[in-house]
C-alpha cells in the first residue's frame, strides 16, 4: 500500500518492480539511498540505537553518510556518543549536570515509596537515603532495589537489606541469579535463552507450551503444571507487558546476560549463548512437534511458532556445528514420514502453500542447510537418482534450493549422487540461475564443473547471465561468458544487456558489449538497453551504447523510445546526448505520445526549451492528454504554456481527455492560465471532452471566478453535451448554489433537458437543495418535467425524504400521480423507505393509491417488502387493493413473506389477502416463506389454506426452496402437509437433489425417510449419489447407498466413481468399489476413473482401482489414456506405478498424441526417462507437435532435446505445425537448441511447415542470431 502513495520516490517504485518482497543488499540500499539524498537536498536522515551495532560497523555507517553530510541533516541516537564528528550531525545529549539527574532519582524514589503504603515511619527515610547514595545516576538500579526490599516481611528485613544492598547493576543481577537453586537456574536459562534469540515474542501461552517440553527426557507432558512466570523467574530479568508477552525487563538486562560468562567463573553452569539457544530450541520445537497431536494451528499457539521455525533453528544448529541430541532429532524428524508428512501439511497451510508445495524431506534439508541432515537422507534412499530429483516446492529441486541458499557443500552432494545439473522448474528456473541470482560464485563454479546449461533459460527467470548482470556480479559474468554463454541469447523475456543498463553496472555492459550482445535487442517491459539506460538516468551507459551503435531512434517499451523516456524524466544531459546523435525529436509513440509532451506534463520546463530549439513539432499529437499544450494546462504548468504558446502552440487544438487546452485549465481551476489562453484567442466555446466545454468543467469543480471569466468572454451558458449536459446541471450536481445563481442569471436554460440527470428541477430536488429549488420555481421551471431515473422531480424528493421541497412543488402544481422512474410514482419511492409524512402528504394531495407501475408494482407492496407496518396499515384504512399484481414480488403477501415481516402478512391475510395468487420470484407467498426459513409464517400461510403444492418460481415449489437452505423444521412442516417429495421442476429438478447442492445432511435424512427417490435426476448431477461422491460426502453417498442408489448411474461426472476418483475421496472410492461398481465404465471429461486419478496425481486411489481391475490401457477423455494424463501432469510415481501394471508406453491419444510427447513438451526429464526406459518409441508420430523432439524443441528445453537425441531420435522427423525440430525452435528463437540440432546433422534446409523452412521461421520472427547461425551453416536463401 505504501509504494501506492505519490510521495514515494520514484526510484523505491522501479526498484520494487524489478525486485518485489526481495531481500535488498547493501548496494542496493546504498544506490537507492544515494538517489533519494541527491534529488531530495532538505532529507534528514535517523540513525536510531547506534550503540547497539558493532563498532565497525557503526564507523562504516557514520562514514559513508558524512560523504553526503552538506545535502541533509543526520540524527543518530546513542547512549555513547560518537567518537567521529560529521558536518550537520545533530547531537542531543540526554543528561545533564548530575545534580539535575540525583533531583530525578529522588522524585522516582519519592513516588515508588507513596506507592507502597506498608513502608511507614522512620524505615521511609532510611530507604530514600540509601537508595540516592547508591543510584549513582542509575534508575534501572533504583528499581531493582525497590523491587526486592518489596519482599521484605518486616521492618528488620528492610534494615538488614539495605545493609548489603549491592553496588552496581551488574552485582543486583548476580545476586538474583545467586538466590536460585541449579535447578531454577536451568528453568531460568532455558526461558532466558528464548528471550534473548527466539524468533518472535513469546507469549505466557507459548512459555507455558515450552515449560512443558522436558529436554533430558525427550518428551512433552501436557500435564505438566503451568509456569507462573512472575513466581518462577526472577523480577530482575523479566517482565509480562501487554497481550501477556513476556520480555527481558530492561535492556540492560540483554547486555548482562550475553556477557554473563565473560564476567563470571568458568566452572559456572549457566551459559547464554547463541549457539545453546538454537540447540535447545531445536530440540524444543522437533519435540513438540513430534509428540502434540493437536494440529489446528493459530498465532497465539506454540505449535505455530514450532511449525514456522523448527527448520530456522536446525539450520543455526548446522551452522554453529552444534552435535548430539538436536542432531539426532532433524535426523529423526526428516526420516519419519508420519510426522514430516504432519508438519508439512500444517506448514503448507499456515504459509498458504498447496499441491505442488510439499516437496519432501531432502528438500527441505538442502533449502535450510542441513549438510549431515541430507547426507543421511541420500545414503537410506532406495533408488538415489530418483531421490534427490524428486519434484516439488518453491525451487522445485533439492539442488535448486540449494544453489539458491548458498549452501556449496549440499549443491557437491547433490550432484555426487546424480542431481540433475539442468532440471527446469521452479521460481528461478534451474539451479544455475537460482545461484547467479543470488551471487554465489563458486556454486556456479562447481554447477559448471558439472555440465550446467550456460543459456538454458527459465519460463520466467531468463537465463544466468541475465541475472548475473542484473545484480553487478563481474565475476559470475565473466564465469559465464568464459564457458560460452550467449550473451546475444533470446531466450527467456529479456537479455542481460538490458538488464545490466537497467541497473546502471556500467562494467558490464561494456564486457557483454566485447563478447557480441547485441546493442539493439528488443523486448520486454523496458524495450532495449539505450531505452532503459535513458529511463534510469545512467548516462555514462547511454553514451557507451550510443558508441557502440545503439539505435537511437529504436522503438518499444512504456515511453515508446530512450528520448521521450529521457524527457519524462527530465534528464536535460542523456536528451542533449540523444540529439546530438540526431534522435528523431518528433518520434510518435509510447504513454506520452512524443517527448515533447512527456516534458511538458511533467514540469521540466529546460526540456521542454532544449526540445523545442531542436524543432520539436509543438503540435504533435498524442498522449493521453492529446497534445502538449493540454497536458501543461491541467497540470497547471503556466511557463511551459507560455513557451508553448510563444512556439506557435495552437490554442484551440481538439482531442484528449480534456477536449482543449482551457477546458483542462478551467477544471482545474487554473484561472492565470485561463486568462492566459483567452488572450491568445482560446475558443470560449469549444466542444470535446470529459466535461463538454469550459464552462461545464469550471460549474462542476465549483471555479467561480474562472466561471465569470468564461461568461464575460461570451461563452455560450447553454451549450449542450459532456457528463452533465450542460453547465447549470455540472453546477447543480455538486450543490455550488452562486455558480447556479450566476448562470441563471446569465439565462441558463432552467428546463434545459439531459440523458442521465433529467433537469436542473430534478437534481436539486434529488440532492435536497431547497434554495435552488426555489430560485428555480421563482424563474418558471416546468414543476412536472420528465426524465432522470426517478422520473420527476417529484419522485425524487420524495425518495430521499425532502418533505419541504415535496410540499414546494405541489404548492406549485406538480402532477402527483405523474408515471415514471425506477419506482413509477412518489408514493411508490415514499413508501418503500418508510417515509410517511410524506406518504401522508401526497395522499392528502389525491396521490392514487393503487396506481401501478415501477420496481415494486404498487406502494403496498413496496412498504409491505420494507416491514413500514404504520404506511400498510394507512393504505388498508385508505382502501387499497391488496391483491394489486406487479412488481418483482409480484403482490405484497409474497413481498413481506419473503422478507419475514410476520405482522405485515397477519395483517394482509385478515384484509383478504389471496394466501395462494401465483406470480413473483417466488411463485408464491409460501415458496418465498420457504425459502428464507420464516417457519412462523410459512406456519400462518398453511393455516390460511396456502396450497402446499402450488408450482411455479424459481425453485419451482415450497418444499424445493426450504430443503436448498437445510430449513428443516420448515421441510417437516410441510411433509405434515402432504407435499408431494418428488415433485418436478424449479432449479434443482426436485427437493432432494436441492438439499445435496449445500450437503444439508438432515435434510436428505429426511425426505429419504418420506419416500424421496433416491435416483431421481438432477438439472446438474444427473444423481444424487455421483453429487455426493464429487464433494466428498461421505455420510451422503452411505445414507444413498443403503437407500439402493444406482451405484453405475451415468451423468457429467461419467459415474460416482468417476467423480470421486477425480476428487481424491478415497474412502468414498473403497465405498463405491464395496457395492459393486464399475470400474471401468466410461464417461466424463477423463473418460474413466482411471485417467481421472492419475491426471489428478492421487497415488493411493489409482493403486486402489488397480487393484480392482480397472483397465490400465483403457482409452478416452481429454488425454486418451491413464498414462498420457499422469506423464502430462509430471506425477512420476503414478506413471511408474502404471507402466509396472502392464501400460502401453506407446498407446496413442490425447493433444499431444502419446505420453512421451506430452512429458517431452513440458520438461518433465524424469517421467522421460522412465518411459524410455519402457520402450517408448522416441520417434512416435502424432499429435499437436508431431513427435517428442519437435515438442521439446519448440518449447526451448535443451536438456531434454539432448536426452532424446542421446536416445537416437530422428533429429530430420517431419511433422507439426512449423514442420520439424529446428524450424520450431528457430521460430521460438530457442538460439541453444538450434546449435545442438544443428551440431546433431540436421538439415538446415528442410522444407515443410508453416514457414517453408528454418531460415523463414527465424526471419519472420526477428531472431537475428539464428538467422546468423542458419546462413553460417550452410541455409539457403
Known amino acids: 500500500m505504501g509504494l501506492d502513495s505519490r510521495k514515494i520516490?520514484?526510484?523505491?517504485?522501479?526498484?520494487?518492480?524489478?525486485?518485489?518482497?526481495?531481500q535488498l543488499t547493501k548496494q542496493e540500499l546504498e544506490t537507492i539511498l544515494e538517489t533519494m539524498i541527491k534529488d531530495r537536498n532538505d532529507m534528514t536522515i535517523a540513525v536510531d540505537a547506534l550503540d547497539e551495532c558493532q563498532e565497525a560497523d557503526t564507523d562504516k555507517v557514520l562514514n559513508w553518510l558524512a560523504a553526503f553530510s552538506n545535502q541533509l541533516?543526520?540524527?543518530?541516537?546513542?547512549?555513547?556518543k560518537p567518537e567521529m564528528v560529521v558536518q550537520n550531525l545533530l547531537q542531543i545529549q540526554l543528561g545533564g549536570a548530575k545534580s539535575r539527574i540525583d533531583e530525578d532519582i529522588a522524585t522516582y524514589i519519592e513516588l515508588k515509596i507513596h506507592d507502597q503504603p506498608r513502608f511507614k515511619g522512620d524505615i521511609i527515610g532510611e530507604i530514600k537515603d540509601t537508595l540516592n547514595k547508591g543510584a549513582q545516576g542509575i534508575f534501572r538500579w533504583v528499581d531493582c532495589q525497590m523491587m526486592q526490599l518489596q519482599k521484605c516481611k518486616r521492618k528488620r528485613d528492610?534494615?538488614?537489606?539495605?545493609?548489603?544492598?549491592p553496588a552496581t547493576l551488574t552485582e543486583t543481577y548476580d545476586q538474583a541469579l545467586g538466590r536460585l537453586t541449579e535447578e531454577e537456574k536451568k528453568d531460568v536459562q532455558h526461558l532466558l535463552l528464548w528471550l534473548l534469540y527466539g524468533f518472535e515474542p513469546l507469549t505466557r501461552r507459548k512459555a507455558n507450551e515450552i515449560w512443558k517440553v522436558d529436554l533430558l527426557k525427550q518428551k512433552f507432558d501436557p500435564d505438566e503444571m503451568e509456569l507462573n512466570v512472575e513466581k518462577d523467574i526472577p523480577s530482575a530479568f523479566v517482565t509480562v507487558g501487554q497481550d501477556d508477552i513476556i520480555q527481558l525487563a530492561h535492556a540492560s538486562v540483554k547486555e548482562y546476560l550475553i556477557s554473563y560468562r565473560q564476567f563470571n567463573k568458568i566452572n559456572d553452569s549457566l551459559s547464554f549463548n547463541e549457539y545453546l539457544a538454537h540447540d535447545i530450541m531445536t530440540q524444543t520445537t522437533i519435540i513438540y512437534l513430534m509428540q502434540n497431536n493437536n494440529t489446528s494451528v493459530n498465532r497465539e499457539s506454540f505449535v505455530e511458532y514450532a511449525v514456522e521455525y523448527w527448520l530456522e533453528h536446525a539450520s543455526k544448529v548446522e551452522e554453529f556445528k552444534v552435535k548430539g541430541q538436536s542432531q539426532n532429532l532433524i535426523f529423526a524428524m526428516l526420516n519419519d514420514n508420519v510426522h514430516f508428512s504432519r508438519w508439512e501439511e500444517m506448514y503448507c497451510n499456515q504459509s498458504y502453500l498447496w499441491g505442488s508445495y510439499k516437496a519432501g524431506p531432502l528438500y527441505y534439508g538442502a533449502l535450510n542447510g542441513l549438510c549431515g541432515a541430507v547426507n543421511y537422507l541420500i545414503q537410506g534412499a532406495h533408488n538415489t537418482e530418483e531421490y534427490v530429483n524428486a519434484q516439488g516446492g518453491k525451487y522445485k529441486y533439492a539442488?535448486?534450493?540449494?544453489?539458491?541458499?548458498?549452501?556449496?557443500?549440499?549443491v557437491k552432494l547433490l550432484l555426487e549422487n546424480n542431481a540433475d545439473v539442468n532440471a527446469q522448474g521452479g521460481k528461478y528456473g534451474n539451479a544455475l540461475q537460482a545461484a547467479s541470482y543470488n551471487g554465489h560464485g563458486s556454486i556456479v563454479k562447481l554447477l559448471l564443473k558439472h555440465n550446467a546449461d550456460v543459456n538454458v533459460g527459465g519460463d520466467r527467470y531468463q537465463n544466468a547471465l541475465y541475472y548475473a548482470s542484473a545484480n553487478g556480479n563481474e565475476p559470475i559474468v565473466r564465469l559465464l561468458l568464459k564457458h560460452n554463454v550467449d550473451a546475444d541469447s533470446h531466450e527467456g523475456h529479456g537479455k542481460a544487456l538490458w538488464a545490466a543498463s537497467y541497473k546502471g553496472h556500467e562494467f558490464i555492459v561494456k564486457?557483454?558489449?566485447?563478447?557480441?550482445?547485441?546493442?539493439?535487442?528488443?523486448?520486454?517491459?523496458?524495450?532495449n538497453a539505450l531505452y532503459t539506460a535513458s529511463c534510469h538516468g545512467h548516462k555514462s551507459i547511454v553514451k557507451l551504447l550510443l558508441e557502440n551503435n545503439a539505435d537511437v531512434n529504436a522503438q518499444g517499451g512504456e515511453y515508446g523510445n530512450a528520448l521521450q523516456a529521457a524527457s519524462y524524466k527530465g534528464d536535460e544531459s542523456i536528451v542533449k546526448l540523444l540529439l546530438e546523435n540526431n534522435v528523431d525529436v518528433n518520434a510518435q509513440g509510447g504513454e506520452y505520445g512524443n517527448a515533447l509532451y512527456a516534458a511538458s506534463y511533467h514540469t521540466h520546463q529546460s526540456v521542454?526549451?532544449?526540445?523545442?530549439?531542436?524543432?520539436?513539432?509543438?503540435?504533435?499529437?498524442?498522449?493521453?492528454?492529446?497534445?502538449?499544450?493540454?497536458?501543461?494546462?491541467?497540470h497547471g504548468h503556466e511557463s511551459i504554456v507560455k513557451l508553448l504558446l510563444e512556439n506557435n502552440a495552437d490554442v484551440n487544438a481538439q482531442g484528449g481527455e480534456y477536449g482543449n487546452a482551457l477546458h483542462a485549465a478551467s477544471y482545474k481551476g487554473h484561472k492565470s492560465i485561463v486568462k492566459l489562453l483567452l488572450e491568445n484567442n482560446a475558443d470560449v466555446n469549444a466542444q470535446g471532452g470529459y466535461y463538454g466545454n469550459a464552462l461545464q468543467a469550471a460549474s462542476y469543480d465549483g471555479h467561480e471566478s474562472i466561471v465569470k471569466l468564461l461568461l464575460e468572454h461570451n461563452v455560450d451558458v447553454n451549450t449542450q453535451g459532456g457528463k452533465y449536459e450542460s453547465a447549470l446541471q455540472a453546477a447543480l450536481y455538486k450543490g455550488h448554489e452562486s455558480i447556479v445563481r450566476l448562470l441563471v442569471q446569465n439565462n441558463a436554460d432552467v428546463d434545459a433537458q439531459g440523458r442521465r440527470y433529467g433537469n436542473a428541477l430534478y437534481t436539486a430536488s434529488y440532492d435536497g437543495y431547497n434554495s435552488i429549488v426555489k430560485l428555480l420555481l421563482h424563474n418558471n421551471v416546468n414543476v412536472n418535467a420528465q426524465g432522470g431515473e426517478y422520473g420527476n422531480a417529484l419522485q425524487a424528493a420524495s425518495l430521499h425524504g425532502h418533505e419541504s421541497i415535496v410540499k414546494l412543488l405541489l404548492e406549485h402544481n406538480a402532477d402527483v400521480n405523474a408515471q415514471e422512474g425506477y419506482y413509477g410514482n412518489a408514493l411508490q419511492a415514499a413508501s418503500l423507505h418508510g417515509l410517511k409524512p410524506i406518504v401522508k402528504l401526497l395522499l392528502e394531495n389525491n396521490a392514487d393509491i393503487n396506481a401501478q407501475g415501477g420496481e415494486y408494482g404498487n406502494a403496498l407492496q413496496a412498504a409491505s417488502y420494507n416491514g413500514h407496518e404504520s404506511i400498510v396499515k394507512l393504505f388498508l384504512t385508505n382502501h387499497v387493493d391488496v391483491n394489486a399484481q406487479g412488481g418483482e414480488y409480484r403482490n405484497a403477501l409474497q413481498a413481506a413473506s419473503y422478507e419475514g415481516h410476520e405482522f405485515i402478512v397477519k395483517l394482509l391475510l385478515e384484509n383478504n389477502a389471496d394466501v395462494n395468487a401465483q406470480g413473483g420470484i417466488y411463485g408464491n407467498a409460501l415458496q418465498a416463506a420457504s425459502y428464507e426459513g420464516h417457519e412462523s409464517i410459512v406456519k400462518l400461510l398453511l393455516k390460511h389454506n396456502a396450497d402446499v403444492n402450488a408450482q411455479g418460481g424459481e425453485y419451482g415449489n415450497a418444499l424445493q426452496a426450504a430443503s436448498l437452505n437445510g430449513h428443516d423444521p420448515i421441510v417437516k412442516l410441510l411433509l405434515e402437509n402432504n407435499v408431494d417429495v418428488n415433485a418436478q421442476g424449479g432449479h434443482y429438478g426436485n427437493a432432494f437433489q436441492a438439499a445435496l447442492d449445500r450437503w444439508h445432511t438432515s435434510t436428505v435424512k429426511l425426505l429419504l425417510e418420506n419416500h424421496a427417490d433416491v435416483n431421481a435426476k438432477g438439472r446438474y448431477y444427473e444423481n444424487a449419489l455421483q453429487a455426493a461422491s464429487l464433494h466428498g460426502q461421505e455420510p451422503i453417498v452411505k445414507m444413498l447407498l443403503e437407500n439402493n442408489a444406482n451405484v453405475n448411474a451415468q451423468g457429467y461426472y461419467g459415474n460416482a466413481l468417476y467423480a470421486a476418483s477425480y476428487a481424491g475421496y478415497e474412502s468414498i472410492v473403497k465405498l463405491l468399489l464395496l457395492h459393486h461398481v464399475d470400474v471401468n465404465a466410461q464417461g466424463g471429461e477423463f473418460g474413466n476413473a482411471l485417467q481421472a486419478a492419475s491426471y489428478k496425481g492421487d497415488g493411493s486411489i489409482v493403486k486402489l482401482l488397480l487393484e480392482h481391475n480397472a483397465d490400465v490401457n483403457a482409452q478416452g477423455g481429454t488425454y486418451g489414456n491413464a498414462l498420457y494424463a499422469a506423464s502430462y501432469y509430471t506425477h512420476q510415481s503414478i506413471v511408474k506405478l502404471l507402466l509396472e501394471n502392464n501400460a502401453d508406453v506407446n498407446a496413442q491419444g490425447g493433444h499431444y498424441g502419446n505420453a512421451l510427447q506430452a512429458a517431452s513438451l513440458h520438461g518433465h526429464e524424469l517421467i522421460v526417462k522412465l518411459l524410455l526406459k519402457n520402450n517408448a518409441d522416441i520417434n512416435a508420430q502424432g499429435g499437436k507437435h508431431g513427435n517428442a523432439l519437435y515438442a521439446a524443441s519448440y518449447n526451448g528445453n535443451k536438456s531434454?532435446?539432448?536426452?532424446?537425441?542421446?536416445?537416437?531420435?530422428?533429429?530430420?522427423?517431419?511433422g507439426g505445425e512449423y514442420g520439424n525440430a529446428l524450424?520450431?525452435?528457430?521460430?521460438?528463437?530457442?538460439?541453444?537448441?538450434?546449435?545442438?540440432?544443428?551440431?546433431?546433422?540436421?538439415?538446415?534446409?528442410?522444407?515443410g511447415g508453416r514457414y517453408g523452412n528454418a531460415l523463414q521461421a527465424a526471419s519472420s520472427m526477428g531472431h537475428k542470431f539464428i538467422v546468423k547461425l542458419l546462413l553460417k551453416s550452410g541455409a539457403l536463401i
Open 9 to 22: 520516490h520514484p526510484a523505491l517504485h522501479i526498484l520494487y518492480e524489478f525486485k518485489p518482497f526481495e
Open 73 to 80: 541533516q543526520i540524527v543518530v541516537t546513542s547512549r555513547l
Open 158 to 165: 528492610v534494615k538488614e537489606a539495605l545493609k548489603t544492598l
Open 399 to 410: 539442488l535448486q534450493a540449494a544453489s539458491y541458499m548458498g549452501h556449496e557443500q549440499i
Open 511 to 527: 564486457l557483454l558489449l566485447e563478447n557480441n550482445a547485441d546493442v539493439n535487442a528488443k523486448g520486454g517491459k523496458y524495450g
Open 608 to 634: 521542454v526549451k532544449l526540445l523545442l530549439e531542436n524543432n520539436a513539432d509543438v503540435n504533435a499529437q498524442g498522449g493521453y492528454y492529446r497534445n502538449a499544450l493540454q497536458a501543461a494546462s491541467l
Open 1200 to 1214: 531434454m532435446v539432448k536426452l532424446l537425441l542421446l536416445h537416437h531420435a530422428d533429429v530430420n522427423a517431419q
Open 1223 to 1247: 524450424q520450431a525452435a528457430s521460430y521460438n528463437g530457442n538460439g541453444s537448441i538450434v546449435k545442438l540440432l544443428l551440431e546433431n546433422n540436421v538439415d538446415v534446409n528442410a522444407q
